[in-house]
């Protein structure tokens, strides 16, 4: 197997451990945990896989085409830079605290593995589907990688299963049921080189998981695993 380059310690990485550590490790519960360092030693090459990042990155293409099926999955767990790692660890670490201890940890997980797959599907039909549509091959072609996805289903699940109430984003105060729509828009206009389908990608897995039959399916499917119930709180709405 070919090393992987080991990176050292970059702002981002030392930012994150710094931000884990005023929370306290003990504070964060184990999938989440597990989760956030695994990324961490992935990016610093700590873990060795035979890929570089960039070579596992999601597309329409590369699963369509070349079925290259392993990326529906670890391309979630790549990141582009220790910036990209922080934001997206520092989000999921907010979110994977409220929705671990609602859930339980073992759900937790196996539900982690499985919006991270739905959310690597949603993408490529996405990519397939604009292609045909707007006859442009970039969206076939367009190659992600990042947690970006992922986190923005849980923040569906998130603002699903809370009270109605306001989130502060950026410079408004939002509806809770909103946030993720407007953190949407405002991400795409204030870092335009963010992957839009994916985290638009991430909004539809959560929204399949929290209003239709396969989210039911799921839960089911978890629940014949584990052998405890997944309870929701969605009558809120």
């Given at each position: 197997m070919q090393r992987r380059r080991n990176r050292g310690l970059e702002l981002g990485v030392v930012l994150l451990l710094s931000e884990m550590m005023n929370v306290g490790f003990r504070q964060?519960?184990?999938?989440?945990?597990?989760?956030?360092?695994?990324?961490?030693?992935?990016?610093?090459?700590?873990?060795?896989?035979?890929?570089?990042?960039?070579?596992?990155?999601?597309?329409?293409?590369?699963?369509?085409?070349?079925?290259?099926?392993?990326?529906?999955?670890?391309s979630t767990f790549?990141?582009?830079?220790?910036?990209?790692?922080?934001?997206?660890?520092?989000?999921f670490m907010?979110?994977?605290?409220?929705?671990?201890?609602?859930?339980?940890?073992?759900?937790?997980?196996?539900?982690?593995?499985?919006?991270?797959?739905?959310?690597?599907?949603?993408?490529?039909?996405?990519?397939?589907?604009l292609t045909e549509v707007l006859h442009n091959s970039y969206y076939m072609r367009s190659c992600a990688i990042g947690f970006s996805g992922v986190i923005f289903a849980l923040k569906v699940l998130t603002s699903y299963e809370t009270p109605?109430?306001?989130?502060?984003?950026?410079?408004?105060?939002?509806?809770?049921?909103?946030?993720?729509?407007?953190?949407?828009?405002?991400?795409h206009l204030l870092v335009p080189n963010t992957s839009f389908i994916g985290h638009f990608a991430g909004i539809l897995a959560g929204l399949i998981y929290i209003s239709t039959p396969i989210g039911s399916i799921m839960d089911g499917f978890?629940?014949?695993l584990t052998g405890e119930p997944i309870i929701h709180y969605r009558n809120y709405y």
């Open positions: 964060i519960p184990t999938v989440t945990l597990c989760t956030i360092v695994g990324q961490v030693l992935l990016y610093l090459g700590i873990i060795q896989v035979p890929w570089e990042k960039w070579e596992i990155c999601i597309s329409a293409e590369t699963i369509l085409k070349h079925r290259d099926y392993k990326r529906l999955f670890f790549e990141h582009g830079d220790d910036m990209h790692l922080y934001y997206n660890m520092i989000s907010v979110k994977g605290r409220s929705l671990e201890r609602r859930y339980g940890s073992t759900n937790f997980g196996f539900l982690l593995l499985m919006i991270s797959v739905l959310t690597s599907v949603i993408y490529v039909g996405l990519g397939y589907t109605p109430g306001r989130e502060f984003i950026g410079f408004l105060w939002v509806p809770t049921r909103y946030a993720a729509w407007f953190e949407l828009i405002l991400i978890i629940s014949s």
